[in-house]
């Protein structure tokens, strides 16, 4: 039955349903009441009429079972019903009736916020969601109401599925259910792996189902990080259980190298996550030399000074290896980790462990070694607590918060010494009173705005750049605040917001936001060239450079649409630049097919006079250009074509085009020259960028070379010059 917890949805179903049968019960009241010939078929009409009254009571015992808005309604015409046959509710109706009302009380304000609300439908949903309210089947259906109103919203799939998981084993409805998110939703790795575990857990074959599944989300394109490795993870655990089973480990090791290549692409494993794998498994298969060499890689990549690194190797060398290999780890360890408190903690580990498993010599030198390396570290804390105290700190540092004493004035300093020089019997000389000696500089106060806003240096974490993302083309008053409200749709995802300041604490225009998960840092990516204090603002990822710093200027200049021809896309110019984006998306709507608009604006959030509109199709779009092109808006007549950038041979840096208007010269949206339709061509995609720019005196040169060519080889009848022609030319006087 449509509709069967549908809330204020679909209740026409029931009321129809039961009209239908009402009349059935009519008709056969009718047949009843009309004398028959014959006993036995008055006893049939009898029996039919009292079957047809107890389909229709118990049509109404179903619709009093489901709490529904109008279940007054419903209850009334029930009473109504049998009051004409002079009846009254039976007390398990009532209790039926009663048991659905106090349903309906509970469920009542979620379905008033989704009849009231509709544009926030989908928040609304997974409140409703999370509230539990009502059992598996209400459950069940409410999630299926959201991803139908919202079917490409992966956070309700991702709820309907798990809720599934919880509720059921297995089975082929679930494995419709994942593949139905999929189809929907194939740009989330959650999604497939949910759909590969299914298939494996109810017995698909792995070669033409499994590995498909997986194969088909690698190529997906999954654009987070976090996905991506967790991915190539799942599709590795599956893989080595298939390679258990089979004893072919071949493919496995194979695949896990092709995983490395992947995730090394985009940074996703700061961790390396596969490369400890891979260990695991050789370890497992007594491959201890080939385990230990991957380690070494793994330490080679940068996770030599950290001591959680060194902890996972020395349960590793613990599970697999001997005494000889963990006491060379903690060796190894000890020496490389320079931070005090990780330090301490691999040498109480070193000291435990000889405690537990060596003898006396080794735990008395083990002691010693840690007495010995806890007063290197102290002395070495000390050193460098000595240099950056007295209020002065090394130049070039930038994480200390007292600020630097100024030097002395060099001016005084010589008029003193000239003072001095002077003096014919080689005291100091009297001071001119007319020449009152420039006094000392007052000692430079630290800034409480500048010890709280400047000089807190915080240290890179590659593992959190999945979920951080860089603003950029701030304006210079925006403050954290102000980058709350501006990213308010992912407000509460927020964990921190780091604004870079200058040594006197004002903002250099840009940020970073680090976001509880991947998810909540795409939805961040959505609010790319939103105006804020009138510019637009830049949201990219975060990247790291080989140096350690996020690398900005690349994910900067990144152009993000495409470049070459859009049949489903218009290029407007000539727009008046008072108008804005709002005034934009309302001209590009009013034409059917219409998807979206981004005007082109400077980076300051002036418009720059044009802006692209999307349609569904090239039929949609050939129709708008029909109606919009040589248009009047404003004082200003429109021109309108075809989406068909030309090719440009640099790419002119970032520009500052609509939001969505992409970033980089090579489009009307970015810093460059724009688009300009070449009113010459009856082709709407060709544009006056597309003639050539060849330098005028190149041309002529190079149209003289081809007459003379053309003329020499006419004068000579087409043949070519002999050994003596060339002489005689070269001997001519």
């Known amino acids: 039955l449509v509709g069967r917890f549908a809330g204020r949805t679909d209740q026409r179903v029931w009321e129809a349903w039961r009209e239908f049968e009402l009349l059935e019960l009519a008709k056969c009241e009718a047949a009843a009441a009309v004398s028959s010939a014959s006993a036995a078929a008055a006893e049939a009409n009898a029996a039919e009429l009292e079957k047809q009254r107890s389909r229709v009571l118990g049509l109404f015992r179903r619709h009093l079972a489901m709490p529904h808005v109008g279940l007054e309604a419903t209850w009334r015409e029930l009473c109504d019903w049998l009051a004409e046959k002079e009846q009254q509710p039976a007390e398990e109706m009532r209790q039926v009736y009663e048991k659905s009302r106090d349903e309906l009380r509970r469920i009542e304000p979620f379905e008033n916020l989704l009849a009231d609300e509709p544009d926030k439908s989908a928040q609304h949903y997974r409140a409703y969601i999370e509230a539990a309210v009502g059992p598996t089947a209400q459950q069940l259906a409410v999630l299926e109401r959201a991803v139908t109103a919202h079917c490409l919203d992966t956070g309700l799939w991702d709820a309907y599925v798990a809720y599934v998981w919880q509720q059921f084993e297995p089975g082929p409805k679930l494995l419709h259910l994942c593949r139905r998110a999929v189809r929907n939703c194939p740009w ?9 575990l299914c298939q494996e857990c109810t017995g698909c074959d792995y070669d033409t189902e499994v590995k498909v599944t997986y194969e088909s989300a690698v190529a997906a394109g999954l654009s987070d990080a976090a996905d991506l490795l967790a991915m190539w993870l799942a599709y590795l655990d599956a893989a080595r259980r298939r390679a258990a089973a089979t004893e072919s480990w071949d493919d496995w090791h194979r695949l896990c190298e092709a995983g490395m290549v992947a995730v090394d692409a985009m940074a996703a494993d700061p961790q390396a996550s596969l490369l400890r794998y891979a260990a695991l498994v050789r370890a497992r298969r007594g491959q201890l030399g080939e385990a230990r060499q991957l380690w070494d890689q793994v330490m080679k990549r940068g996770h030599g000074n950290s001591a959680q690194m060194w902890l996972r190797q ?22 490389s980790v320079s931070s005090v408190p990780e330090c301490e903690l691999l040498l109480q580990r070193l000291v435990d462990y000889e405690r537990e498993e060596g003898d006396v010599s080794s735990y008395v030198e083990a002691l010693k070694r840690a007495q010995k390396q806890r007063a290197l570290l102290q002395q070495r804390a000390a050193e460098q607590g000595g240099s950056g105290s007295g209020g002065k700190r090394k130049a070039g540092s930038k994480g200390g918060a007292t600020e630097a004493q100024p030097p002395p004035n060099k001016r005084a300093k010589g008029l003193e010494t000239g003072k001095k020089q002077h003096t014919a019997d080689g005291a100091a000389a ?49 403050d954290e605040a102000g980058i709350r409200q501006a990213l308010a749709p992912c407000a509460s995802d927020i964990v921190s917001v780091r604004l870079v300041r200058d040594y006197r604490g004002r903002s250099k225009g840009f940020a970073y936001v680090e976001l509880k998960s991947g998810v909540a840092a795409g939805a961040a990516l959505r609010l790319d060239r939103t105006l804020v204090n009138g510019r637009p603002m830049f949201v990219s990822e975060s990247r790291q450079r080989g140096g350690g710093s ?14 070459g021809l859009e049949r489903n896309k218009l290029f407007i110019r000539n727009l008046p630049k008072t108008m804005d984006q709002a005034g934009f998306e309302r001209l590009c709507s009013a034409q059917p097919g219409y998807r979206t608009a981004r005007l082109a604006m400077f980076r300051n959030g002036a418009p720059k006079g044009h802006g692209y509109a999307e349609f569904a199709d090239e039929s949609s779009a050939n129709k708008a250009l029909a109606a919009l092109n040589c248009s009047q808006v404003g004082d200003n007549e429109i021109e309108v074509s075809i989406s068909n950038p030309p090719a440009r041979q640099g790419g002119g840096g970032r520009g500052g085009g609509g939001r969505g208007g992409g970033r980089g010269g090579g489009r009307g949206g970015g810093g460059g020259g724009g688009r ?21 005196q190149l041309k002529t040169s190079a149209d003289t070379s081809g007459v003379s060519a053309s003329g020499s080889e006419s004068g000579s009848g087409g043949g070519r010059m002999s050994n003596d022609d060339f002489r005689n030319m070269l001997m001519r006087k």
Request: with cysteine; hydrophobic share 30%.
């Open 188 to 196: 989330s790795g959650s999604l497939w792996r949910q759909l590969a």
């Open 314 to 335: 020395l349960e590793f060398e613990l599970r697999f290896g001997d005494a000889k290999h963990i006491r060379r780890c903690l060796s190894r360890a000890v020496n």
């Open 430 to 478: 009297k001071t001119d009173p007319f020449k009152k000696p420039m006094p000392p500089p007052p000692p430079a106060a630290a800034s409480s705005n500048n010890v709280s806003h400047h000089g807190a240096k915080v240290e890179h974490d590659p593992a959190k750049d999945y979920r951080t993302v860089f603003l950029s083309n701030l304006d210079y008053k925006t």
């Open 550 to 563: 996020s690398d900005t200027s690349a994910n900067d200049s990144a152009f993000k649409f495409d470049t």
């Open 676 to 696: 300009r339709e070449d009113h010459t061509s009856t082709d709407p995609t060709r544009h006056r960028t597309q003639i050539s720019l060849v330098p005028r």
